[in-house]
């Protein structure tokens, strides 16, 4: 049984795909196992909330459809004069992403820097 | 006393080389300390287990030698069209990458990602 | 109550920018549950302790004054022939950063690759 928090930070096309790649191994290799996972995106991987992708978009929601949650960092919604309604998903909400993935850890979770 | 699993997902002739010596340094500085390491290679870190750098290369098998095990991630081979023969070492076998470091975590091991 | 370690192994200044961010807002969100952050520094993070900008340079001061520690690791130091007194702010030192940011997490501390 596993609770991840995985950390996006980055931004690019090919990072995008990776990132998705990587999270949909995870998913479809830990199954059940997999309890809770929630994406923190901050910093430059906010492009990826705001990708005009079409495939992206689909895997997104499909990851969250899967029960996966992405979180946004409000510093970086803030800085960048994003609202959360101009993103591709819903999403949850933590004041600092990095606060939130160490507060995560703190709670026994699993931590993934992609 | 430590278990460590290490991400390695990006490459380059620079990347590879830091990473090697990153390595290399945490097994002169942890000794016998470091009980069990393992490095998790997948997306672009792959080209590391394909390196044609003849230092590399021996930096790699004195790794081994000395105990610390390499593992390709299978979703990267099978999509690279690669098999673990054509790889610069023997290596261990785990379905996703990004599993695989989960579940060492939820074992209690230490992560980094380099 | 969290403790954190921090690692610091990439240069440029959108990185030195981001990372200095990234660690203010931390220390903002958790406030006093921020018991101990450790923020360590090796590789090319090293440029970082050695910046000629003067935002980055009080940042960094402020965060020492505020109880964080930027720790050196003594391979990078000895490899760029650099020593600890030409650094921006003074440091603790650890032989090798992978290995302390190891050791810290085998005493639970939480961790952070930035």
Chains 1, 2, 3 share one sequence.
Not at 14 to 25: A, Q, T
């Amino acid at each position: 049984m596993a609770n991840v928090v995985i950390q996006i930070n980055k931004s690019g096309a090919d990072y995008d795909r990776r990132v998705m790649r990587n999270i949909m191994n995870l998913k479809n290799q830990l199954g059940d196992d997999l309890v809770q996972c929630e994406v923190v995106v901050f910093g430059e991987g906010m492009d990826l909330l705001q990708t005009q992708d079409e495939m992206i978009k689909e895997q997104i929601d499909a990851l969250v459809e899967s029960g996966i949650e992405f979180i946004a960092c409000s510093n970086t919604l803030s800085k960048h004069n994003v609202t959360q309604e101009e993103l591709v998903c819903s999403v949850g909400s933590a004041g600092s992403g990095v606060a939130h993935l160490v507060t995560r850890q703190t709670e026994g979770w699993a931590y993934l820097a992609l």
